[in-house]
Each structure stands twice: as C-alpha cells, then as structure tokens.
C-alpha cells in the first residue's frame, strides 16, 4: 500500500515534475509543464482511474478542487487510535478504497502497536479508525533511519533484529543477552536500546557501555 514519490513518477512518466498537488477525496496531480500562465499540463491519479491520465489543469481548478501542494513524502492515509493503550496509526492506503483497506485491515491477524503491545487479532477491530483519508508526511525509510541512528551515535554498535539490514549485524549474533523487559536487553557490560522504525517494520538497538556503580 505504497504512494509512488516524486522520483518513482518522474521515472515512469519520463519527464520532471514541477509540482505536486493533491486533496482529501484520493486525487493527487502531477504537474510537468506551465503552458501559460496558472495553466499546467500533467499527470492525475483518482479513484475513477487508477491508472492515471494526462490532462491539462488550471490554478482555479486546484483550488476549486480542493487540492493543496504536497512533499515528496507525503502519502494518503487512514488514521487509527488504538482501543487498548490509545496510541495513533496513520496507515499509508495508496489508491486504494475504503472498502479495500477494511478488507487489507480485516486479513493482520497479528500486529504489534506502537504502544508496545502485541495483538493476535485483526487490525480492523483494535482501532477506532477515521475513514477520511488525509495526506501526511511519511516517516522515514529504514535506511534513513538506520543513518540518523549513526549520525547521533557515532561511537556505538548498532544492531537490527532479525535479518541483517544495511550492513547492521543480527542482534541474534550476541550471546548472553538478558532481555530486561519492553524488548530491550543487556549484557555484563552493555545495554541494548530499543529504537523502533519509523514505519514500524524493523526494530534496531543501539549499544550502550553500561556505567559503574558506585
């Protein structure tokens, strides 16, 4: 349930874009060219065609269309409020329609919530759901996460959960780890600080020295 970027839409389109715009009703415009002034050829996705058209667009139109500029992040989402700890979800729908995500919400039979809590039921009962979709800057990537995790700590390990990730070693690879609650974990010498992504796909862990007590 990905939102093409602007790069991704330069590629496929072949040209640049100058400009985004999109609204609350799934219409995202990818504007390529100014003919004449507050006049634009470009690129429209919608609910009634998803696989897009060429047209030409004029400034009143966006406007009157509610359409408003948008980043090269920004994606078109749900949002959620967890029942059990009230913590909120945007969740990244595409082109998708409502009905379409109930369904996709329907079928995560198991899910762990930013809160820290681990559900074994579907999605679609465990948050009160706004079903207007609004668009919102998306989070980082894991990579990019992965290279501020670096930035603000320069002089620490820092390990992933599961497969190797970006040159990250396996937390897996480290012995006689005591998990100390919360999915953190410490060693003789050292803590293992949880830091979840962004978008919430991967968990990684910064190597902290543990400080003597006194």
């Excluded at 030409?56 to 700890?85: F, W, Y």
């Excluded at 207007?132 to 320069?154: A, I």
Aim: glycine share 6%; with cysteine.
């Amino acid at each position: 349930m990905e939102t093409s970027s602007k790069r991704e839409m330069e590629e496929r389109l072949g040209v640049p874009i100058i400009a985004m715009y999109a609204n609350d009703h799934g219409w995202r415009w990818y504007l390529t060219q100014e003919t004449e002034a507050g006049v634009f050829n470009g690129f429209v996705l919608s609910p009634h065609v998803l696989e897009g058209e060429w047209g030409a667009i004029t400034e009143s139109d966006l406007q009157e269309l509610q359409a408003r500029p948008v980043d090269d992040n920004a994606a078109r989402c749900i949002q959620g409020t967890c029942k059990k700890c009230r913590r909120t979800v945007f969740i990244d729908i595409g082109q998708l329609t409502i009905e379409q995500v109930k369904e996709y919400l329907y079928s995560k039979k198991s899910f762990e919530c930013p809160g820290r809590h681990v559900e074994l039921y579907d999605m679609l009962s465990a948050y009160d759901w706004e079903w207007t979709p609004v668009w919102k800057t998306m989070p980082l990537s894991d990579e990019e996460f992965v290279k501020e995790l670096r930035s603000k700590h320069p002089e620490s390990r820092i390990f992933v959960l599961g497969d190797e990730l970006d040159g990250l070693p396996s937390l897996q690879t480290l012995r006689d780890l005591d998990h100390v609650g919360f999915g953190e974990f410490e060693s003789a010498t050292h803590c293992y600080v949880r830091h979840d992504s962004p978008k919430g796909k991967r968990r990684f862990y910064v190597e902290i020295p543990k400080q003597p007590r006194d």
